[in-house]
């Protein structure tokens, strides 16, 4: 059993790196769609153009939302699988620190977003 867990908290661990990467990779995405939609306003761009370029726009912000509540659902299981292993008496290893990493850095984004 412990060694399955160990597994799980590699695979939830892994799983919540993606998905903050993810998060991090659009969020970049909307702030260079921002300076684009605002470069084709001040040089007056076609009106077809700069709506296109706001749907796009629009299409990254959405996925900003949806991004943090997989990461916040991966959380939880990353969560559940280290208590899970504390509980085995298995506090310690590398796929352990790994995990307790990567919630720092997973709840530090979630308490510097939401302030």
Do not use: H
């Not at 661990?13 to 903050?20: D, G, Q, V, W, Y």
């Amino acid at each position: 059993m412990a060694s399955s867990s160990l597994r799980n908290a590699k695979i939830k661990t892994n799983s919540c790196k993606r998905i903050l990467k993810e998060l991090r990779s659009y969020e970049k995405e909307v702030e260079i769609e921002v300076a684009k939609t605002a470069e084709m306003k001040d040089k007056g761009a076609d009106p077809y153009d700069l709506k296109q370029q706001e749907n796009v726009l629009a299409e990254s912000r959405m996925m900003i939302p949806d991004c943090r509540k997989r990461l916040e659902a991966a959380l939880a299981d990353l969560k559940a699988i280290l208590a899970e292993l504390e509980e085995s008496d298995q506090k310690e290893g590398p796929e352990i620190a790994d995990a307790r990493n990567t919630i720092a850095e997973v709840e530090q984004l979630f308490q510097t977003t939401d302030a």
